[in-house]
């Protein structure tokens, strides 16, 4: 059990945690929410040991281990594959000892300690992570250091999930993933093993994968049992009824002071009052839990609605490579009221396409045809790295209005969430949240016809993502978004847009029919996808060369005959053991722990013997 007792937190001077206590039960799925900035993060490093408690206790069984993502993504020239591998330390040591060991006692327990933890259908394991992560098996023989950072960091998830540590503590673990590998992350935590606490603002994977929530708020924490739908219900029946308590309290304490007030000075009643006085001391004060408002966000009404349709895809191709285009013969339209969702892996053509629609690229063939005067607004997470972190928010708003009065500029720096000193804010001082909001802003500033939002919802907490919801659905242009949000997706999309297979289809089921799509045989993912940390925009790989599909192959070929020529070494070690003369005799139960060893290698030996003959396969097909 994690018993956290009556602890305190500290930051810089700021009391974070205040005298709070939770247990948290073996086995238990807790999403952990609250505001940004309320501490969530920091009560992970004192759980882990990296920051020190002011006050209290925080208590795990001896033999637990805590794992969490790596706050580094992991890079070197090791496959995929192996550098999850490794995330099992005592599976890699046994391995690595394994190798060199030559007493018959110590090879019979390595290798029955190997079976007894499932070690060689570890491989097995790391590739349905991975799979499952978005990176396809020829992605997976890959060195690491090929990927970008934000697909190393998914190899730094795989590897955590893949130790299945007794405490798995994840910080936002969906920001580096798209819809679909969110869905795949959803149901994997659902069905996790051990004890859980996820800090997430996804509704869906709070709705769906957890069984309590752990709420902070002003430096408490509260554990609810059931779902984020089910907390949202018990917390607001738990203010209701604390408001009235409140009031009524506050009515007693004023009828009580009343007659303090009005009978302290005469002899007769001096004992009464002073009675009272006493009740009012041990009057323990009822606070009712003060609504923290969310600050709007709103998207300015576009000077003039288009006549339909705004934008008009015709027999199109497009890419970075005329020659290897990443979407081919797309046609399609978009009319002055549409909200469409974009769903596909990362890697697909989703980024191109909205970049296509933005008019940041051109197409190579076919055509495109924008209504006279349309103005789109394009947000794209990554932008925020282009905000000036040394200027404020009313400065990147002077900018858009070089020549306006100042109190106009104030106004629109306040109406993009940004008033009085919050608009003098160096940006490298404000949250990913609010660096967020003002990116929003800025993109939507002149009133755009149709906006694009390419995961919007990174950084925001669950209260903000309602309201952005609320500020796409009141807006009457054309919204095309791509997020792995399905609370966002769900509450504003009326048509779902699938980019896979170098092309654009409209997708007739919602939202749960793709989910079990995507979980399903029949997930939709192309192997195709961009990974590379040379290439700066975030685009599809296009579909590679025969000599780029055969390297990765090749890779695979040789670790599996490294795993064979290994398997086959440890057998004959354990050949050698059981060939001791009165072995059975005299030792009959090292006789029975090398039998089974033998026979575990012998299993490890006909799936590396399978995965040779799969990838030899492949390699014969692509050399084609």
């Not at 798209?178 to 509704?203: F, K």
């Amino acid at each position: 059990m994690l018993s956290i007792t009556d602890i305190s937190v500290r930051i810089a001077g700021r009391l974070l945690i205040d005298s709070s206590t939770v247990q948290i039960v073996p086995g238990a799925r807790v999403g952990f929410v609250g505001r940004n900035g309320v501490g969530k993060s920091t009560l992970f490093h004192a759980i882990r040991g990296d920051l020190p408690i002011e006050s209290g206790s925080i208590t795990l069984p001896p033999r637990w281990r805590i794992g969490s993502l790596a706050q580094e993504a992991p890079d070197g020239p090791e496959s995929l594959v192996n550098v999850v591998l490794k995330a099992d330390l005592e599976r890699d040591a046994l391995l690595s000892e394994a190798e060199t060991a030559d007493d018959p006692h110590r090879i019979a327990e390595i290798q029955t300690r190997l079976v007894d933890i499932d070690a060689h259908s570890a491989p097995a394991r790391a590739a349905a992570i991975l799979s499952g992560l978005g990176f396809s098996t020829a992605d997976q023989a890959r060195p690491c250091s090929e990927f970008s950072g934000g697909w190393r960091m998914r190899v730094a998830l795989a590897a955590t999930l893949f130790s299945a540590p007794d405490l798995l503590l994840l910080d936002e673990p969906t920001n580096y993933l798209d819809l679909e590998g969110t869905l795949w992350l959803e149901d994997h935590l659902a069905n996790y093993p051990r004890t859980v606490i996820v800090i997430s603002h996804d509704r869906d994977l709070l709705d769906t994968s957890v069984d309590q929530i752990l709420h902070l708020d002003r430096g408490k924490l509260t554990l609810y049992k059931g779902t984020y739908s089910s907390f949202e219900e018990q917390r607001a029946t738990r203010e209701m009824l604390d408001a009235k308590h409140a009031k009524r309290q506050a009515d007693e304490r004023k009828r009580l002071q009343a007659f303090v007030d009005r009978f302290k000075a005469k002899a007769s009643k001096a004992r009464q009052a002073q009675s009272r006085v006493k009740m009012l001391e041990r009057m323990k004060p009822v606070t009712a839990l003060v609504t923290q408002d969310v600050r709007e966000i709103s998207f300015p009404t576009p000077e003039k609605m288009l006549s339909p349709p705004i934008i008009a895809v015709d027999d199109v191709s497009v890419g970075y490579d005329p020659k290897k285009p990443v979407l081919n013969r797309v046609t399609l339209r978009i009319d002055t009221e549409d909200r469409i969702a974009l769903l596909g892996s990362n890697g697909n053509g989703k980024s191109t396409l909205v970049k296509l629609l933005a008019n940041k690229l051109q197409p190579f063939s076919g055509r495109i045809t924008r209504a006279e005067k349309l103005s789109v607004g394009y947000f794209a997470q990554h932008q925020v790295d282009e905000l000036n972190l040394d200027g404020s928010p009313y400065d990147h708003v002077r900018r858009l209005m070089p020549d306006a009065p100042e109190t106009k500029v104030r106004g629109r720096t306040g109406a993009i969430g940004f008033s009085g000193k919050a608009g003098d804010t160096l940006v490298k001082s404000l949250s990913g949240g609010e660096k967020a909001r003002l990116l929003l802003g800025l993109a939507t500033f002149f009133g755009p016809n149709m906006i694009i939002l390419d995961e919007p919802t990174n950084h925001l907490d669950i209260d903000s993502r309602a309201v952005l919801a609320e500020a796409i659905n009141d807006f009457p242009g054309a919204v095309i978004m791509v997020s792995h949000d399905r609370y966002l997706i769900e509450a504003c999309a009326d048509q779902l847009w699938v980019v896979a297979n170098q092309t654009v289809t409209t997708y007739d089921g919602d939202l749960d029919e793709y989910r079990r799509m995507v979980l399903s045989i029949g997930d939709p993912r192309s192997g195709s996808r961009e990974r590379s940390s040379e290439r700066v925009r975030e685009s599809v790989k296009p579909e590679r060369g025969k000599n780029e599909r055969r390297s990765p192959l090749k890779q695979r070929i040789a670790e599996a005959e490294a795993e064979i020529e290994r398997i086959n070494g440890i057998i004959a070690k354990i050949d050698t053991a059981l060939a001791l003369p009165d072995l059975f005799t005299r030792d009959p139960k090292q006789a029975a722990q090398l039998g089974k060893a033998r026979a575990g290698a012998e299993s490890a030996l006909r799936r590396a013997e399978e995965v040779w003959l799969e990838a030899s396969s492949e390699f014969d097909e692509a050399a084609g």
